[in-house]
Structures are given as structure tokens and as C-alpha cells.
């Protein structure tokens, strides 16, 4: 049995994040890559779409640039073929100012002859910009349950 894509894949990309070792992550991306990160792009620039190899590779290095990776727990795993998706709860601090951040994130992955072809990733944002602003969102009440 040949390991799954998807473990060489996280090894590469904690790597790339965490040591700037790019070069392993680079030959596990398709040139032709459908990427995606949702969430707040106004508060986290590297996170929304992005088209092709170089551009993702770019984005990479700004998530390295930002955060440093701790911890990852993997809470849910499916496995294909061609493809994974997973749920992490993934344990990070700022670059800057080394605080201490944590989000879930919610991961779809299709993989084309062992590369990375299409990412998706959702993360748990409400929580992720809490803690990026260091206190608790106050938003206004639009229902009761009364």
C-alpha cells in the first residue's frame, strides 16, 4: 500500500510554513491549482482564491510569513483515492508578536496523478479574528427566542 497524498502533502506544507522549505511543497502542486481559504481577506490577505502554481506558492510564503505552526489535531479523516477532507484544529502563533492563536479548519483536497489540483478550506473565523483582535466581537441582537 502507497501512502495517501495527503500525508506527504502536510509534511511539505508544515515545512514550507514553518522552516521556509518551499522546494518539497512546490513539487506537490499541479501548475494548473484551484485554490481557496475562506475568510476574512480585509483582516488576512493570503486567505481567499487563488489560480495557478505561482500564485499559490506566493501565498505560502505569506501564511509563513505571518504564523508559525504548533500544534495540528486532526479531529475527522476521509480518505479517496484522489482526494481527503478534513477537520484540524490547528494550534499557531503570530510571527510578530508570537500570541497564541488557534482555529478549526475544515479541509477538501483533490489530488491529480499525486499533486495537489484543488484546495478548499474553511476555518472557523468568528473565533480566528477574537483572538487576532484580542477581545470578544459585539454584535447586535437581530432576534429573540422569546
Known amino acids: 500500500m502507497t501512502e495517501h497524498s495527503l500525508w506527504r502533502l502536510s509534511r511539505a506544507l508544515h515545512r514550507a510554513i514553518n522552516e521556509r522549505q ?15 481559504i475562506y475568510g476574512p481577506i480585509d483582516m488576512f490577505p493570503f486567505l481567499g482564491a487563488r489560480m495557478g502554481k505561482d ?5 505560502v510564503r505569506q501564511i509563513a510569513n505571518n504564523v508559525h505552526i504548533r500544534k495540528v489535531e486532526r479531529e475527522t479523516l476521509m480518505l479517496d483515492d484522489g482526494a481527503a477532507a478534513t ?15 488557534t482555529a478549526r479548519l475544515a479541509q477538501f483536497l483533490q489530488f491529480r496523478a499525486g499533486k495537489l489540483s484543488r484546495l478548499r478550506i474553511l ?3 468568528f473565533d480566528l479574528v477574537e483572538q487576532t ?5 459585539d454584535l447586535p441582537r437581530i432576534g429573540s427566542f422569546a
Do not use: H
Not at 477537520?87 to 492563536?101: G, W
Open 22 to 36: 518551499f522546494d518539497e511543497f512546490a513539487a506537490m502542486v499541479d501548475e494548473d491549482i484551484d485554490w481557496a
Open 133 to 137: 483582535l484580542g477581545r470578544p466581537i
Open 55 to 59: 500564485a499559490v506558492l506566493d501565498t
Open 87 to 101: 477537520m484540524v484544529r490547528c494550534a499557531m502563533t503570530t510571527q510578530d508578536s508570537d500570541k497564541p492563536i
Open 123 to 125: 476555518i472557523d473565523t
